[in-house]
């Protein structure tokens, strides 16, 4: 099957990869989930990737791609090869979405968002889709989506991090969308597709996304892709429990002072950088963190307020 990584390749060596949505230039909670991949990936000898997650495409902010790219070689993030645009990718969405169709394992929804509100349950990310569309459209509907069809085998993995992972995808997310009512694909296919094609052997990213894993892994498994080991990082939140985003008013990093700013993620990664680590130059900040970078010392928990540590323009 044209998705099936060969089985007679060698083992990959360690590949990471950071993966941001150009919603806005990168803040501090992103620049966390960036310096903890690529710290991952070289503490390992391995390769870091970057791939711009742009499916949104009306939520993509003009010229913040090249903005998050020039802020990351600002501060010493350097990647190996090319930068994966998702926007340039849907040949490889729609094949995986028509295997899946051809294994039987999606099918057309003409559900709307209100209709759903009106007959779900809450489950751990949003309304549980009631499967109202299961059996088939209602009469004189069109299908909007696709969804993926669910069922009530436990999806579970063990996170480095955060420990033992399970759900239920039926009764705990429900039949969940592959390709929009827009005609834009979804980000769960679209990731597994993604980093299979960039052989990711390891994925360290920021809990947030720790829900949406078992949906990936299931995708993994009906399109007989690899599953990468994961890492989730805690999120970094606000005084108000919310996660810093565009939508918090989370403020941009600057380039100015990239040191200073890098150790304040590290302090907040409980990597306990030396005082005088923030006076270091770049090239020295990173050899010092490189060979430092202790992955057992990672809070294990899913977010954390900021504490007075800060990003400094």
């Not at 620049?31 to 009306?58: I, K, N």
């Not at 694909?185 to 597994?192: P, W």
């Not at 094609?197 to 994925?203: F, K």
């Given at each position: 099957?044209?998705?099936k990584?060969?089985e007679?390749?060698?083992?990959i060596?360690?590949?990471?990869r950071f993966a941001?949505?150009p919603?806005?230039?990168?803040?501090f909670?992103?620049?966390?989930?960036?310096?903890?991949?690529f710290?991952?990936?070289?503490?390992?000898?391995?390769?870091?990737l970057?791939?711009?997650?742009?499916?949104?495409?009306?939520?993509?902010v003009?010229g913040?791609?090249?903005?998050?790219?020039?802020?990351?070689d600002?501060?010493?993030?350097?990647?190996?090869?090319?930068v994966?645009?998702?926007?340039?990718?849907?040949?490889a969405?729609?094949?995986?979405?028509a295997?899946?169709e051809?294994?039987?394992?999606?099918?057309?929804?003409?559900?709307?968002?209100?209709?759903?509100?009106?007959?779900?349950?809450?489950?751990?990310?949003?309304?549980?889709?009631?499967?109202m569309c299961?059996?088939?459209l209602p009469?004189?509907?069109?299908g909007?989506?696709?969804?993926?069809?669910?069922?009530?085998?436990?999806?579970?993995?063990?996170?480095?991090?955060?420990?033992?992972?399970?759900q239920?995808?039926e009764t705990?997310?429900g039949?969940?969308v592959?390709r929009?009512?827009?005609?834009?694909?979804a980000?769960?296919?679209?990731?597994?597709v993604?980093?299979?094609?960039q052989?990711i052997?390891?994925v360290?990213?920021?809990a947030?996304?720790?829900?949406?894993?078992?949906?990936?892994?299931?995708?993994?498994?009906?399109?007989?892709?690899?599953?990468?080991?994961?890492?989730?990082?805690?999120?970094?939140?606000?005084?108000?429990g919310?996660?810093?985003?565009?939508?918090?008013?989370?403020?941009?990093?600057?380039?100015?002072?990239?040191?200073?700013?890098?150790?304040?993620?590290?302090?907040?990664?409980?990597?306990?950088?030396p005082?005088e680590l923030?006076?270091?130059?770049l090239?020295?900040?990173?050899?010092?963190?490189?060979?430092?970078?202790?992955?057992?010392r990672l809070?294990?928990?899913r977010?954390?307020?900021?504490?007075g540590?800060?990003?400094?323009?």
């Amino acid at each position: 099957m044209i998705f099936k990584m060969p089985e007679d390749k060698p083992p990959i060596p360690y590949r990471g990869r950071f993966a941001p949505s150009p919603t806005g230039p990168l803040h501090f909670g992103s620049l966390v989930a960036a310096v903890g991949s690529f710290l991952e990936a070289r503490s390992r000898g391995g390769e870091w990737l970057v791939r711009m997650e742009d499916l949104d495409l009306p939520r993509t902010v003009h010229g913040a791609a090249d903005d998050i790219l020039r802020t990351l070689d600002a501060f010493g993030l350097h990647w190996d090869g090319e930068v994966m645009v998702q926007s340039a990718r849907n040949e490889a969405y729609r094949a995986a979405l028509a295997e899946l169709e051809r294994l039987g394992a999606v099918y057309p929804c003409a559900c709307t968002r209100k209709e759903i509100a009106d007959s779900a349950i809450s489950g751990i990310d949003g309304p549980v889709y009631p499967g109202m569309c299961r059996a088939g459209l209602p009469e004189g509907r069109s299908g909007r989506a696709m969804r993926v069809r669910t069922d009530l085998n436990p999806v579970g993995f063990d996170d480095v991090l955060q420990g033992r992972i399970s759900q239920i995808l039926e009764t705990e997310v429900g039949d969940f969308v592959v390709r929009r009512a827009d005609g834009l694909f979804a980000y769960q296919l679209a990731v597994v597709v993604d980093d299979t094609e960039q052989a990711i052997t390891h994925v360290v990213r920021g809990a947030d996304l720790l829900d949406s894993t078992p949906r990936q892994i299931y995708l993994q498994k009906l399109l007989s892709l690899p599953a990468p080991a994961y890492l989730h990082l805690p999120v970094a939140v606000n005084e108000r429990g919310e996660k810093l985003s565009k939508q918090t008013l989370a403020p941009a990093v600057g380039r100015i002072k990239p040191v200073a700013q890098l150790c304040a993620v590290l302090a907040f990664l409980n990597q306990a950088p030396p005082e005088e680590l923030k006076d270091a130059d770049l090239d020295d900040f990173w050899k010092w963190a490189i060979a430092h970078w202790r992955a057992d010392r990672l809070p294990a928990v899913r977010s954390m307020p900021l504490s007075g540590v800060k990003a400094l323009g």
